[in-house]
């Protein structure tokens, strides 16, 4: 209607004559075709006071690609598995740091919201939250973080020319990396500071892929060579090295 009116008032068409123009009136069929959804304004302030009080809850899109090595925590794909993956973290996390996991949040997929796990939250005495439907952005912090974890992982293998099998991996040492390097937005502060009470120490870090020599620490000829050659896929978890 707003372009019909600009053409009539400036004479741009003829056949139309005293049509007039109601203000401020609510037009059912242009709400109708024109309708989005409402912006979601960017915080402004942390909503928690203390590491393990709100987790995010998402698990990364299925892929073809079967890992060679490890499957990593929550992040298994595996709907079956979401329930004692998380039981395996929540008790080793707060066991840990000392702290107890106070509200989970999650979008309404089945492996989340279920009776299983709605009685396991239960008996731990843990608030199980869920973002309205089809509204990713109140999970936000989790969907981003895939989305830049998936991204990430995909540069790793690429830089060298990596297998995808090792995609796994790839996420681990992303994920390994960018709590160690990228900083919280309001509070200016790596996440493994902000975790753990001390700045993150970065020298060991190797890229993904990258050729590397592994000494033998067996006992050896005069003659037989001192190392073997691999390849650089990741730091484990269950190793002070």
Not at 19 to 47: G, I, N, R
Not at 60 to 88: A, H, M, N, Q, W
Not at 157 to 182: K, M, Q
Request: hydrophobic letters at 35%; a positive charge.
């Amino acid at each position: 209607m707003g372009q019909l009116k600009k053409v009539v008032k400036k004479g741009m068409v003829t056949g139309v004559k005293d049509v007039t123009f109601e203000k401020d009136k609510l037009c059912s069929a242009c709400q109708a075709s024109k309708q989005v959804a409402s912006h979601h304004p960017m915080k402004t302030c942390v909503s928690t006071s203390k590491p393990l009080q709100l987790l995010h809850m998402d698990l990364l899109d299925p892929t073809t690609c079967e890992s060679i090595g490890v499957y990593l925590d929550l992040v298994s794909g595996d709907k079956r598995e979401t329930l004692d993956k998380f039981e395996i973290f929540a008790k080793r996390a707060q066991r840990e740091f000392g702290l107890n996991i106070v509200k989970v949040r999650s979008d309404n997929g089945s492996e989340f919201k279920n009776y299983k796990v709605d009685e396991w939250c239960d008996e731990e005495g843990i608030k199980h939250e869920f973002s309205a439907t089809y509204t990713p952005q109140q999970n936000g912090v989790v969907e981003r973080k895939n989305k830049t974890l998936i991204t990430l992982a995909r540069a790793m293998l690429d830089d060298y020319g990596t297998s995808e099998d090792f995609w796994a991996e790839a996420i681990n040492t992303a994920c390994h990396a960018s709590n160690r390097v990228y900083l919280h937005r309001l509070l200016g502060k790596t996440r493994y500071e902000l975790l753990i009470g001390r700045k993150p120490n970065i020298s060991y870090f190797w890229v993904l892929g990258c050729k590397c020599f592994i000494y033998k620490k067996k006992r050896l000829s005069n003659f037989e060579k001192r190392c073997d050659v691999g390849f650089f896929v990741g730091y484990a978890s269950n190793s002070k090295a």
